[in-house]
């Protein structure tokens, strides 16, 4: 039995090892991603390439812009196309309602009301009508 305790404590390692190198390698592959700046988007634009590669590039970069009416204003006389335009508001949108959601997400401890803030806590009526 003292024979094969060895062996084992040496597959053991040896796997742990090997995960480590494996994880250590995966870690150091991915490059950090630069975003696209607006300058890009509209040098892209003036230079004829098509809105679905900007696009493309945009979502590759996960690029968000928090823009202004005017900002939208800007793009548009610039040259930027409607399409990408209407790109750039949806991303924001959606960033900003992910954000919401992740912050009242833990507020609570989870989806929806957490265990102490329960709405119907006796019966159908609010917890707040239970005096």
């Excluded at 928090?66 to 006389?77: D, E, K, N, V, W």
């Amino acid at each position: 039995m003292t024979a094969i305790r060895p062996a084992i404590f040496r597959s053991t390692r040896v796997a742990v090892v090997v995960a480590a190198c494996v994880l250590a390698s995966a870690c150091a592959t991915f490059a950090p991603r630069e975003p696209m700046t607006l300058e890009q988007v509209i040098t892209a634009s003036k230079s004829g390439t098509p809105p679905a590669d900007i696009i493309n590039k945009l979502q590759e970069s996960r690029t968000v812009f928090a823009l202004s009416g005017s900002q939208y204003a800007q793009l548009r006389a610039d040259g930027v196309d409607d399409t990408i335009l209407d790109y750039i508001q949806r991303t924001y949108v959606a960033s900003v309602e992910m954000d919401t959601r992740l912050r009242y997400q833990t507020m609570y401890g989870g989806y929806g009301w957490g265990p102490p803030y329960r709405p119907y806590f006796q019966g159908t009526w609010p917890y707040w009508y239970h005096w």
